[in-house]
């Protein structure tokens, strides 16, 4: 709705790129700090990948949710879509 009311006025770079800062300051006020986490780590998000790849990471409990959601991530990282297909257990994620 607010991407709408930009268009209007700047063009549709400009305007994508004030949505997502309106929407980041929106989520900063609501102590939501995950919008905040992509741009400290875009740059390094192929090292990170790889870093989990050379990783052995095990659950310390029965849970594997959290390892289930890791791997599909993994698998899915080149993917340039907004929302993945798979079924995931999200229970292990807060609400935010």
């Known amino acids: 709705m607010l991407g709408n009311a930009f ?6 770079r400009v305007a994508s790129r004030r949505c997502r800062q309106c929407e980041t300051v929106s989520a900063w006020d609501n102590n939501n700090d995950l919008p905040l986490l ?14 989990l790849e050379l990783m052995d990471i095990h659950s ?22 907004n929302e993945l297909d798979a079924q995931l257990d999200l229970s292990f994620a807060s609400q935010r």
Request: without cysteine.
């Open 7 to 12: 268009a209007l006025f700047w063009p549709s």
């Open 60 to 81: 310390a409990n029965q849970n594997r949710s959290l390892l289930e959601a890791l791997s599909v991530v993994i698998e899915h990282r080149s993917a340039r879509r």
């Open 38 to 51: 992509w741009p400290i780590h875009a740059k390094t998000r192929s090292l990170l990948f790889r870093l």
